[in-house]
């Protein structure tokens, strides 16, 4: 279960935050998750309601947002969508350069917070 480790160092990030800011309690946390990562959302809150037992993140809700995959042409600099069909190549549509690279639609990342 590869939402675990990903959902222990969201708790960390969440609750150093809330320490600082002297936060009562988290509400919900905004998340970010690329398209193409296959963090599983049902999951995530799972673990999060676990791991977040007796701390300021109590039952926080789980807010996630779904970033589409995204590529850069280091050729050209033209930014297009990933396509993850398999006969279709990612080649840049401006320049048909290969030289591209994903900018957008791996990892997750925290966004916001809802605290009180
Ligand atoms: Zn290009």
């Not at 957008?104 to 009180?116: D, M, P, S, T």
Request: charged share 25%.
């Amino acid at each position: 279960m590869h939402e675990l480790p990903v959902i222990e160092k969201i708790l960390k990030v969440v609750l150093a935050h809330a320490a600082k800011h002297r936060v009562r309690k988290v509400l919900a946390i905004y998340l970010d998750v690329g398209e193409l990562s296959d963090l599983e959302e049902q999951w995530m809150q799972h673990y999060f309601d676990h791991l977040s037992k007796g701390s300021r993140a109590e039952k926080a809700r789980l807010v996630i947002e779904r970033i589409p995959a995204r590529l850069y042409c280091a050729q050209c600099g033209e930014t297009f969508s990933f396509t993850t069909t398999p006969d279709e190549s990612n080649a840049c549509p401006v320049c048909a350069g290969c030289d591209c690279q994903l900018i957008a639609g791996q990892g997750y990342f925290v966004k916001n917070l809802e605290v009180i």
